[in-house]
């Protein structure tokens, strides 16, 4: 399952009894759809997040970052200490891809940067490449 959704609070690194780390976090998803009377109606649906394959993905996952995550879906029932029924989606994440935030959301983050490709010209390729052969040795 896919989804795609904004982080809504920065990553957690814990350690695991078997010397494994996970990568803790919470992902908000929004859908719409309109009703009958043509009111558009949003929902918003939050996932909490696990990511075992590696703990380095936790310094980009902060808060307000758009994520597309691939993975399973499972739901969670417990009570909570007042007694109240309490459920909840978790994700276990096997695949992250990371987004450029939105301009108004980089207050308290650095600017991410874009590399360019490097575009070459037929002719400055035939130059590089019988510069490159007259070096050989045989």
């Given at each position: 399952m896919?989804?795609i959704?904004?982080v ?5 690194v ?8 996970v ?5 908000a998803a929004?859908?719409?759809?309109r009703?009958?009377?043509?009111e ?5 649906t939050f996932f909490?997040c696990s990511y075992f394959i590696?703990p ?6 902060t808060?307000g970052?758009?994520?597309e995550?691939t993975?399973r ?6 009570t909570d200490k007042?007694g109240?029924p309490k ?7 096997s695949?992250?891809k ?10 308290d ?5 874009v590399?360019?490709?490097?575009v070459?010209?037929?002719?400055e390729?035939?130059n ?11």
């Amino acid at each position: 399952m896919n989804i795609i959704g904004r982080v809504t609070r920065d990553a957690e690194v814990r350690a695991l009894n078997n010397e494994k780390q996970v990568v803790n976090f919470s992902v908000a998803a929004n859908d719409g759809y309109r009703n009958r009377q043509g009111e558009y109606i949003e929902q918003t649906t939050f996932f909490d997040c696990s990511y075992f394959i590696s703990p380095k993905v936790a310094t980009m996952l902060t808060k307000g970052t758009l994520v597309e995550l691939t993975g399973r879906v499972s739901a969670r029932a417990w009570t909570d200490k007042e007694g109240q029924p309490k459920a909840g989606l978790s994700y276990i994440a096997s695949r992250i891809k990371v987004h450029a935030k939105a301009a108004s959301s980089r207050r308290d983050t650095e600017d991410i940067e874009v590399h360019q490709p490097v575009v070459v010209s037929p002719q400055e390729k035939n130059n590089r490449q019988e510069s490159e052969h007259d070096d050989l040795p045989f």
